[in-house]
């Protein structure tokens, strides 16, 4: 079931309970007006994605909690894939190698990064370091790393939306 569809369910069982409430005897009315309050907060809630009321949604959560531009699991591939020393398994296996198509749409995307920028987004994403671990090898602040990986997700996603390469598939 769709999330349109149940919006839908849930407002059709909304008029039916304030149809209910109209025909209740006076003392059943506040408990089908709160059934009614109820369904409204829902469909609300169901309509935005954030709680009603609430001034911040899922979308304002600090930059490394943000939607990212690739999947984790196939940026690892890809760091995987890219790197001569790293061994798959000890039978050979590459099953979780990643297609030829999906390194050439992430190296399209990530061409548009300095080095220095692509080697922390790597660092990130790819071996899975944190901020804190990148800035110690670096030499660099936290704050420094935070926003090279902001910045770089910015170009990512800039150079997503104009590319040839379809990142649906």
Request: charged share 30%; glycine share 4%; hydrophobic share 35%.
């Amino acid at each position: 079931m769709s999330m349109q569809e149940l919006i839908q369910e849930y407002t059709e069982t909304l008029h039916d309970v304030e149809k209910m409430r109209e025909k209740a005897a006076e003392d059943d009315k506040s408990i089908w007006g709160s059934m009614a309050s109820d369904l409204r907060f829902t469909i609300q809630w169901m309509k935005t994605g954030r709680q009603p009321g609430n001034r911040r949604g899922v979308e304002r959560l600090a930059a490394y909690q943000k939607e990212k531009s690739f999947d984790p699991l196939e940026m690892q591939k890809f760091f995987r894939s890219t790197c001569n020393s790293y061994s798959w398994t000890e039978d050979g296996n590459q099953e979780n190698a990643i297609t030829e198509w999906d390194k050439t749409r992430i190296e399209d995307a990530l061409s548009v990064l300095t080095d220095r920028e692509k080697e922390v987004y790597l660092m990130s994403r790819g071996q899975m370091l944190s901020y804190d671990d990148i800035a110690k090898l670096l030499c660099v602040s936290k704050s420094t790393i935070q926003t090279t990986i902001e910045r770089a997700e910015h170009k990512i996603r800039q150079q997503i939306a104009q590319s040839l390469f379809s990142f649906t598939g």
